[in-house]
């Protein structure tokens, strides 16, 4: 398939820039796998479109404020730093800004200058392997005091409350971007889901900012995906196996979860109590192992999630789902509405 099979036309107007408030009186796109009919709810009908005895298995990783402004301590000369990923303690990969500046050796200072930042490498992709030094017990404290969310770069405006990127249920401290499709669930939603009869299964799956790069290579087949670290643990690994013993259904919250559970079940061929990295590419002709649902946002143009999404419900499903969306002037990407496939 080429890349140019998932484009499609999206008006600036329509990319959402605030979350909606409250997060679950967004929009809900219902789509039949098998019908590919379409029906217009908003998501707290989750608890009339869900069955009892569905789990719902949920992203909990936590965004870092991992977006940190600066000095370069040998010129006063405003840079700044991206956290990607940590390499060992207290030394992490970075995207840096302007990066041909920064050269080995560099100190970039924070705040009140108790954070600093020593320039350790300079990788091929242009990347950097920078060396933290702070007064804090863990560099997440100073991260607290001195970072920003790292909010995509189609998003302009600037958040009050930092909270509005992060799930109600984020606790494992780890992602450079959301799963933005937990965003729409509010603590009342989810103990009205359980009432119900739903059930929660918590994994981990730290986004990287991959999640945002597009594909370049027009054979989709020739695209490298990045790679991202997952965690399911045993009680997660029993709950999806009870549902799938009785007959329910496990629906993915988020193409993160969804990649978590594939993932998985390709690298043990099942799912049980494992972790480890992924750089599972799932596009249109992938035979879906463990999912039966999914909740997700809508994605950007040619991206690796709207392969995703049209590998699990159908190519012709999906780009007519997304023209519906567009004439519908539903909201797009991160802070935008959501999509329930079943």
């Given at each position: 398939?080429?890349?140019?099979?998932f484009?499609f036309d999206?008006?600036?107007?329509?990319?959402?820039?605030?979350p909606?408030?409250?997060?679950?009186a967004?929009?809900?796109?219902?789509l039949s796998?098998s019908?590919?009919?379409?029906?217009h709810?908003i998501?707290s009908d989750?608890t009339q479109l869900l069955?009892p005895?569905?789990?719902l298995?949920?992203?909990?990783?936590?965004?870092l404020?991992?977006?940190?402004?600066?000095?370069?301590?040998?010129t006063g000369?405003?840079?700044?730093?991206?956290l990607?990923r940590?390499?060992v303690?207290?030394?992490?990969?970075?995207?840096?800004k302007?990066?041909?500046?920064l050269?080995?050796g560099n100190?970039?200072?924070?705040?009140?200058?108790s954070?600093?930042?020593e320039?350790l490498?300079?990788?091929e992709?242009g990347?950097k392997i920078v060396r933290?030094?702070?007064?804090?017990?863990?560099?997440?404290e100073?991260?607290?005091?001195?970072?920003k969310?790292p909010?995509?770069p189609?998003?302009q405006k600037q958040?009050?409350d930092q909270?509005e990127y992060?799930t109600?249920?984020?606790?494992e401290?780890?992602?450079?971007?959301?799963?933005?499709?937990?965003?729409?669930?509010?603590?009342e939603l989810?103990?009205?889901l359980?009432?119900k009869?739903?059930?929660f299964?918590?994994v981990?799956l730290?986004?990287?900012l991959?999640?945002?790069?597009?594909?370049?290579e027009?054979?989709?087949f020739d695209?490298k995906?990045h790679?991202?670290?997952y965690s399911?643990?045993?009680?997660a690994?029993?709950?999806?196996?009870?549902?799938k013993?009785?007959?329910?259904?496990?629906?993915a919250?988020?193409?993160t979860?969804?990649?978590?559970?594939?993932?998985?079940?390709?690298?043990?061929g099942?799912i049980?109590?494992c972790s480890?990295d992924?750089?599972i590419?799932i596009?249109?002709?992938?035979?879906f192992k463990?999912?039966?649902g999914?909740?997700t946002n809508?994605h950007?143009?040619?991206?690796?999630l709207?392969m995703?999404?049209?590998?699990f419900?159908g190519?012709?499903n999906t780009m007519?789902a997304?023209?519906?969306?567009?004439?519908?002037?539903y909201?797009?990407?991160?802070?935008?509405d959501?999509m329930?496939i079943?």
């Amino acid at each position: 398939m080429q890349k140019s099979d998932f484009y499609f036309d999206l008006p600036q107007e329509l990319i959402a820039q605030e979350p909606c408030h409250p997060r679950d009186a967004a929009r809900l796109l219902c789509l039949s796998r098998s019908s590919g009919e379409i029906e217009h709810r908003i998501f707290s009908d989750l608890t009339q479109l869900l069955c009892p005895g569905d789990l719902l298995v949920i992203n909990n990783s936590k965004v870092l404020p991992a977006r940190l402004i600066g000095k370069k301590q040998q010129t006063g000369a405003v840079c700044e730093l991206l956290l990607l990923r940590e390499v060992v303690k207290d030394e992490w990969e970075c995207l840096a800004k302007p990066g041909k500046r920064l050269h080995t050796g560099n100190v970039v200072e924070f705040g009140d200058g108790s954070l600093t930042a020593e320039i350790l490498e300079t990788k091929e992709d242009g990347n950097k392997i920078v060396r933290f030094s702070y007064d804090t017990a863990t560099l997440y404290e100073k991260l607290d005091a001195f970072g920003k969310m790292p909010l995509p770069p189609y998003i302009q405006k600037q958040l009050e409350d930092q909270s509005e990127y992060q799930t109600v249920y984020a606790k494992e401290l780890g992602s450079a971007a959301a799963p933005t499709a937990g965003l729409h669930f509010t603590p009342e939603l989810m103990e009205q889901l359980r009432e119900k009869g739903m059930q929660f299964a918590q994994v981990t799956l730290h986004v990287g900012l991959g999640t945002f790069r597009p594909v370049k290579e027009e054979n989709i087949f020739d695209h490298k995906m990045h790679t991202e670290w997952y965690s399911i643990d045993s009680e997660a690994a029993r709950k999806i196996a009870q549902t799938k013993e009785r007959g329910g259904r496990v629906i993915a919250v988020g193409t993160t979860s969804c990649r978590t559970l594939e993932a998985a079940a390709q690298q043990h061929g099942g799912i049980c109590p494992c972790s480890g990295d992924t750089d599972i590419f799932i596009y249109p002709g992938y035979e879906f192992k463990v999912i039966d649902g999914l909740i997700t946002n809508f994605h950007l143009p040619e991206s690796t999630l709207i392969m995703l999404v049209s590998a699990f419900c159908g190519y012709e499903n999906t780009m007519n789902a997304y023209r519906t969306a567009v004439a519908e002037k539903y909201r797009f990407f991160s802070f935008g509405d959501a999509m329930l496939i079943v």
